[in-house]
Each structure stands twice: as structure tokens, then as C-alpha cells.
């Protein structure tokens, strides 16, 4: 009787040593076997290489494709108004010139001359000396190579300067000539005596300097500038 009850005890303890060992996790660490709540790393980083909502990606401004405008627009044919400057090469390449057209006055007679072929057309410039040398412009050269002013005629007519009875005309107080000391400045005038086709419309003034580069300025069909007056003045005396 004994015997017996000693093997049903050892059975029973057997048995609750296998629910024991049952409750255990497969590595017997006793840990919860049930998957974690918390999201996996491969996920987290794949969220955060993700851009964020709305998000655009950047784009390259456009350049301006505008032209820099030019240091010196009056030179490499463009036209100027009157009364604008632009700066030009010295006579022999000496020195930096800035020259303006500042008036314009048309005339059939002028300082006790008329016109051979029709109008004289007077140009009033001021010539300003810009470096530490003296400067001139280049003058016209036989030939009509480089150098000096014409008139350019709506009709594509090249008129150059001092033709015809222009010589005659002196314009006191715009005759300058010569060289120009640094820093300072001189009243010129150009004379063209011009046809009535040639004169029709106005033109366009152009002076080549030593480098053979042309400085042009549209001349208006009618008196104009600053000066009309006075050099009309001067004209008729």
C-alpha cells in the first residue's frame, strides 16, 4: 500500500514539473513570446527617407539671357539719341575721348555762305579729355580711310564732313581744335552741306575713331538741343 502511494506521488510531482517547464519561453528566459507593438527599424528608416508631405524638388533658376548692357553703347553701330555720350579712342590711339552731339541746327545760309548743294546741317559736340594723356580726334584721311565725322542720310547717302561750302562756316565759340589736356573740355561743331534728299529725315551722325570703330547718334529731322539758339546767334553774325 505504501509502494503505491509513493509511485502516485512521484507521478504527480513529475507531471507539475512538465507544466512548469511549459510555461517557459523556448529559450527558458521566460519572455513573452507575442510580437512586439513597437514598428521595426527597417520600417522607421524607410518612413524617414520618404520627402515630406507637399514637398516639391528644387529647380534651377533660368539665367538671364538679357544682354549685359555695354560699358560704351554708342560704339559697334548702335545709335544714340542726341545729347548722350560715348567714349572713344584718342587720335594715334592716344588717351580716351568722351564725345557728346548736343544740337543741331539747319540752315541755307550760314556766317555770310550758302549752301551749295542745299542745307547746311551744323552738329555742336563737346569733347572731354578722360585719362592722363591728352587727346584729339582722329582726323578724315585721303582716301576715306579711319577717322573723322559723317553724315548718313536716311536715303543711305554718305556725306563727310566739310564738303561742299562747310569749310566756310566757322561757329564761334564750338571751334575747338586740337589736343584736349586731361580733365577738361572742348565746344566743337561739324558742318555738312547736305542736298534736300540728304537732309529729308534727319541722319545719323558717325565718327570713326583711330581704331577704325564707328561712334553713331541719331540727328533729328529739326533743329534741336540745348544750344539752337545760340548758335543761330552765331551763325547770322
Same mark, same amino acid.
Given at each position: 500500500?505504501?509502494?503505491?502511494?509513493?509511485?502516485t506521488?512521484? !507521478?504527480?510531482g513529475v507531471a507539475?514539473?512538465?507544466?512548469a517547464?511549459?510555461a517557459?519561453?523556448?529559450? +527558458?528566459?521566460?519572455?513573452?513570446?507575442?510580437? %512586439?507593438?513597437?514598428?521595426?527599424? *527597417?520600417?522607421?528608416a524607410?518612413?524617414?527617407a520618404q520627402? *515630406?508631405?507637399g514637398a516639391? %524638388?528644387p529647380t !534651377?533658376?533660368?539665367?538671364?539671357? %538679357?544682354?549685359?548692357?555695354?560699358a560704351?553703347?554708342?560704339?559697334?553701330?548702335?545709335?544714340?539719341?542726341?545729347?548722350?555720350?560715348?567714349?572713344?579712342?584718342?587720335s594715334?590711339?592716344v588717351g580716351?575721348?568722351?564725345i557728346?552731339?548736343?544740337t543741331v541746327?539747319?540752315?541755307?545760309?550760314?556766317d555770310g555762305?550758302?549752301s551749295?548743294? +542745299?542745307?547746311f546741317?551744323?552738329?555742336?559736340?563737346?569733347d572731354? %579729355?578722360?585719362t592722363? =594723356?591728352?587727346?584729339?580726334?582722329?582726323p578724315a584721311?585721303?582716301?576715306?580711310?579711319?577717322?573723322?565725322?559723317?553724315?548718313?542720310?536716311?536715303n543711305?547717302?554718305?556725306?563727310?564732313e +566739310?564738303?561742299?561750302s562747310a569749310p566756310?562756316i566757322?561757329?564761334?565759340?564750338?571751334d575747338?581744335?586740337?589736343?584736349?589736356?586731361?580733365?577738361?573740355?572742348? *565746344?566743337?561743331?561739324?558742318?555738312f552741306?547736305?542736298?534736300?534728299d540728304?537732309?529729308k529725315?534727319g541722319?545719323?551722325l558717325?565718327?570713326?575713331?583711330?581704331t577704325? !570703330?564707328? =561712334?553713331?547718334w541719331?540727328?533729328?529731322?529739326?533743329?534741336? +538741343?540745348?544750344?539752337?539758339?545760340d548758335?543761330?546767334k552765331?551763325?547770322a553774325?
Amino acid at each position: 500500500m505504501r509502494k503505491t502511494l509513493f509511485l502516485t506521488a512521484a !507521478a504527480a510531482g513529475v507531471a507539475a514539473a512538465c507544466l512548469a517547464l511549459t510555461a517557459c519561453g523556448p529559450d +527558458g528566459g521566460g519572455s513573452d513570446s507575442k510580437p %512586439s507593438a513597437s514598428t521595426p527599424a *527597417s520600417a522607421s528608416a524607410s518612413t524617414a527617407a520618404q520627402p *515630406s508631405a507637399g514637398a516639391s %524638388s528644387p529647380t !534651377a533658376t533660368p539665367g538671364n539671357d %538679357s544682354a549685359t548692357p555695354s560699358a560704351n553703347p554708342g560704339a559697334g553701330g548702335t545709335a544714340l539719341a542726341l545729347g548722350v555720350p560715348s567714349r572713344t579712342v584718342g587720335s594715334q590711339l592716344v588717351g580716351v575721348l568722351e564725345i557728346t552731339p548736343t544740337t543741331v541746327v539747319y540752315t541755307k545760309e550760314a556766317d555770310g555762305t550758302t549752301s551749295r548743294f +542745299g542745307t547746311f546741317a551744323v552738329v555742336t559736340t563737346k569733347d572731354a %579729355s578722360l585719362t592722363a =594723356n591728352a587727346a584729339d580726334e582722329e582726323p578724315a584721311r585721303a582716301g576715306g580711310t579711319k577717322g573723322g565725322w559723317r553724315w548718313l542720310a536716311a536715303n543711305g547717302q554718305s556725306v563727310a564732313e +566739310g564738303n561742299g561750302s562747310a569749310p566756310k562756316i566757322l561757329v564761334n565759340g564750338y571751334d575747338g581744335t586740337g589736343r584736349i589736356e586731361p580733365g577738361t573740355s572742348q *565746344s566743337r561743331s561739324e558742318v555738312f552741306d547736305l542736298t534736300p534728299d540728304q537732309a529729308k529725315g534727319g541722319g545719323t551722325l558717325v565718327y570713326t575713331d583711330a581704331t577704325g !570703330a564707328e =561712334n553713331r547718334w541719331k540727328v533729328p529731322a529739326v533743329d534741336a +538741343g540745348p544750344q539752337v539758339a545760340d548758335v543761330k546767334k552765331r551763325l547770322a553774325s
